[in-house]
């Protein structure tokens, strides 16, 4: 009786597809949310397509963001479902404090300030590992993006 019920379960298996991990796209869509004198908020997208029959799930862990070339803040996330046999997007979002934005110029706080107020642009880049989890084995996806964008304060 017990081999009656294992045996569909097998050909279950067997028929889904696992090819290969989900290919990794890009990082794309950077963009300031929101600024305040208190806290910048960024937000990306991370794009992947799974051609799989079988989904999984996504975490980032310590993916640094550095604005103009100096490390702000690190972000993390919570684990995502990856769907079946389809292309989907990961946001990634943090706060960073602004003092930390205006202060990382090598000419100090008054120089941040004012590079950021003449340009009203900043360097953000995103650096560190997307893992990829599915049926006990992950896989690693290294991010390593960079964007110039526009900031309002």
Known sequence: ???????????LLISCSVREKPLFVKVDNMKVVSST??????TAD????????I????????????INN???AQMSSEMFEVPAGEE??????????????????ENGVLGGILNSI????IN?????????????????????TTQEIKIKI
């Open 55 to 66: 989904g999984g799930s996504m975490e980032s862990k310590n993916i640094d963001v550095i």
């Open 1 to 11: 009786m017990k081999k009656l019920i294992i045996i569909p379960i097998l050909l």
């Open 124 to 144: 953000v880049q995103y650096k560190g590992i997307i893992t990829y989890h599915k049926l006990g084995f992950s896989y690693d996806y290294e991010v390593d």
């Open 46 to 53: 991370a794009y992947f397509i799974n051609q799989n029959d």
């Open 118 to 121: 003449i340009n009203k642009k």
């Open 37 to 42: 004198l208190e806290n910048i908020v960024l």
């Open 70 to 72: 100096v490390k702000v």
């Open 88 to 105: 989907f997007t990961i946001p990634l979002k943090v706060v960073v404090p602004t003092k930390k934005v205006l202060g990382s110029n």
